[in-house]
């Protein structure tokens, strides 16, 4: 079964670098998302992107975030200087023309 | 008004009981009710979902029922295993991105 794969697993960075998420998403799908989820706490939604551009985005995904679709295939969150309080569960998650959206398995990012 | 709400937070039902957690929305947009199953470290999974124009779905053990007048959605899990031990988010969709507002989940524990 096709399957929305995410790298890497798990991430740990100082506070003040960048990190880059990345996602595979489903091949044939055509809207992409970022969820986050802070540990032990609800999934928060990030931003959609479809037709190479953001179509909706939260409060949460202010200047230091960027989604970029670079080559086709990949779909990626950059965090440009990282926060305590970016430490999460990352989930990238895309779907067709329908309303299912299928999941990846999550980045866990720790910023030390 | 763009809240899930969920309840309850944390649910303990023996095997072969019946499991139910309850959902409600304010915002009359929502136009989708997905129900996702999560187990620890993994990404949230489809389970079922509903539109409002349906007041009960089933497939298998699980069903969704729906009241479009209270704004309120629940899911009931029949003969409860063990296996279904794991968070349980219900959640909301609307417009052209569709992207998801989750309710703060319930951990479901099924004891043997």
């Known amino acids: 079964e096709p399957e929305v794969t995410q790298t890497p697993s798990h991430q740990v960075t100082q506070m003040g670098q960048e990190v880059i998420l990345r996602c595979v998403p489903i091949?044939?799908?055509?809207?992409f998302y970022w969820y986050r989820q802070i540990l032990g706490q609800k999934v928060e939604f990030l931003v959609s992107f479809y037709n190479n551009e953001i179509s909706e985005k939260s409060e949460i995904f202010d200047d230091q975030f960027s989604v970029e679709r670079p080559d086709g295939s990949n779909f990626t969150l950059k965090i440009r200087s990282t926060k305590l309080e970016d430490s999460a569960m990352y989930f990238c998650?895309?779907?067709?023309?329908?309303?299912?959206?299928?999941f990846g398995e999550g980045s866990w990012l720790t910023v030390v | 008004q763009q809240q899930v709400k969920q309840s309850p937070q944390s649910l303990i039902v023996q095997k072969g009981g019946i499991s139910i957690i309850n959902c409600a929305y304010e915002n009359t947009a929502f136009d989708y009710f997905p129900w996702y199953q999560q187990f620890p470290g993994k990404g949230p999974a489809l389970l079922i979902a509903i539109r409002p124009d349906v007041s009960e779905k089933k497939e298998g053990r699980f069903t969704i029922s729906f009241n479009k007048s209270a704004k309120q959605f629940s899911l009931h899990i029949m003969d409860s295993q063990p296996g279904d031990s794991a968070t349980y988010f219900c959640a909301a969709s609307k417009g052209s991105a569709r992207q998801l507002t989750f309710g703060s989940g319930t951990q479901l524990t099924v004891l043997p």
């Open positions: 091949s044939n799908h055509l809207y």
């Open positions: 998650a895309s779907r067709t023309e329908g309303n299912t959206i299928y």
